[in-house]
């Protein structure tokens, strides 16, 4: 049902003097704040009107949805009343995992916004925004914008409204959505599988049902174990963080217990997915990240493309680029992020990308990211052979890895100093593309110190041919980081 929304200066958006300036939640990225503190539905309604302002939306859909969390309802409907005011054509999306907004906006061409702070704690909201196509808003392509039009309708008081003003619809998508990542990977010919999916009460608690269940679509040879699948924004069982280890301890043990095949955890908004093997370990999202390589290059190739292009961060595994290049297809390293690897992506025209944070991105997604998808990809390699993950995973994990070691470092950069002074020579290659990375010449070990912009660490992440190796060199770099 459709209403026409006109938004008169009385009946808009309030001035908020506790929010003057919306910097602290204006990331790079997204918007994320502490519901109450630093987001509230004023701010979301101007937002709302500014992004429909920025983005040049009058008249044009705009697409709203939100996760599970409690402020997510009151946030979508501030927002739609803000874009509505402006001239949006308003389409509210209801309950949404991430990956559903980039669907959304790259199937229906639209661009659109939804309120999830990801897996940060309940107390948290934001927005992620997407133009038309699934294009990224980040910083440089208008959020910094959006920031400051938000601003000037709370300074103002009110949202102005416009001559034509918009309305505001509801859409279900979850259906398209879930039929649309079946096209893309074929599950119903694999070998039988037991899988553990832990959604931590987050979306995936909404979206793996649709997907790899019965719910909406015909029956996969998938037995599913639900773990937290009750969608509740308040986290009551862990955080919806599987970066985190102690996150994926229940995951763990559910697959051994009942001798799973394969577990899955999915963060708060599910856009992204970590993997458990049938004897309740990780796989490094490096080796996933190899495994879907594998499989789009030999798709992409047997379509008559020659070396596609395979993005990745240069926090992952030297194991990718090598594997890609075994295959034929052309690596390309980036620096770490989600906006830098959709532009690349973009302008490599690559057909896969993955992070070492378990993001993974795709050019039949609009290239943007999807832990389903990932998932999926995964299920059909494991279920198109008959060994186990385990041995299936160790192909694409030849060296050893630190993971990422934070040092609360005040002067960040007289740290990197100290460790360039010990290690540059002509048996080490530097370079800065991200932080600064020390790559030693005869390939058997390297590391990244990057600072963080918004904290007083400087992470350390490194890799090696053995174990031995890595505690070497991991723990004298940390000595001198630390010194």
């Known amino acids: 049902m459709t209403s026409n929304v006109n938004a008169a200066p009385d009946s808009s958006a309030q001035a908020s003097s506790a929010f003057p300036d919306l910097s602290g939640s204006f990331k790079a990225y997204d918007v994320r704040g502490i519901v109450g503190e630093t987001i509230d539905a004023t701010v979301v309604e101007a937002a709302g009107a500014a992004f429909v302002d920025v983005l040049g939306l009058t008249g044009k859909t705009v697409l709203v949805g939100g996760d599970m969390r409690p402020s997510s309802p009151e946030f979508i409907d501030a927002f739609a009343k803000g874009a509505a005011a402006r001239g949006g054509k308003v389409e509210k999306l209801g309950l949404i995992s991430t990956d559903e907004l980039y669907y959304a906006c790259g199937a229906l061409d639209a661009a659109g916004a939804t309120f999830t702070a990801s897996h940060n704690p309940a107390q948290y909201n934001g927005i992620k925004m997407a133009k038309a196509g699934a294009q990224p808003v980040s910083s440089e392509t208008g959020l910094k914008e959006i920031q400051a039009a938000t601003e000037a309708y709370l300074a103002a008081g009110f949202v102005p409204g416009v001559d ?32 553990v999916v832990d959604a931590g009460n987050g979306m995936a608690g909404m979206t793996t049902p649709a997907v790899l269940g019965d719910q909406l679509l015909p029956a996969l040879p998938l037995d599913i174990v639900p773990l937290y ?31 799973a095949d394969i577990g899955l955890a999915f963060d708060g908004d599910a856009d992204r997915c970590f993997v458990i093997d049938e004897k309740g370990e990780p796989v490094s999202p490096s080796a996933i990240t190899g495994l879907v390589a594998r499989r789009e290059i030999a798709r992409a190739k047997a379509a008559g493309e020659h070396h596609p292009v395979i993005i990745h961060n240069l926090i992952t595994s030297r194991a990718v680029p090598e594997l890609v290049e075994h295959d034929g297809g052309r690596p390309v390293r980036t620096r770490v992020g989600h906006s830098f690897i959709k532009a690349v992506m973009a302008e490599k ?20 990211d999807t832990g389903m998808l990932a998932a999926m990809h995964v299920l059909a390699a494991l279920g198109g052979q008959d060994a186990p993950l385990s041995e299936l995973a160790a192909e694409y994990e030849p060296y050893v890895a630190s993971g990422e070691i934070n040092s609360e470092i005040e002067d960040k950069a007289a740290a990197v100093a100290r460790v360039r002074e010990e290690y540059e020579g002509d048996d080490v290659a530097i370079d800065e593309l991200d932080g600064t990375t020390f790559s030693a010449a005869d390939g058997t070990w390297w590391f990244n110190l990057r600072p963080s912009n918004t904290e007083p660490f400087l992470r350390f992440n490194g890799e090696a041919k053995d174990l031995a190796t890595l505690e070497s060199m991991r723990d004298n770099v940390l000595a001198i980081v630390r010194a």
Do not use: C, M
Request: avoid cysteine.
């Open 164 to 195: 034509a003003p918009g309305t505001v619809a509801e859409r279900e998508i979850l259906a398209d959505y879930a039929a649309y990542l079946r096209k893309l990977v074929d599950l119903s010919g694999i070998r039988p599988l037991k899988v």
């Open 229 to 259: 699948f009750e969608l509740d924004g308040t986290f009551p069982n862990h955080p919806a963080n599987p970066l985190e280890p102690a996150n994926l301890h229940d995951l763990q043990r559910a697959v051994v217990e009942h001798r």
């Open 349 to 368: 025209g690559a057909v896969f990308g993955g992070e070492h944070s378990a993001h993974y991105y795709f050019r039949d997604f609009w290239n943007a």
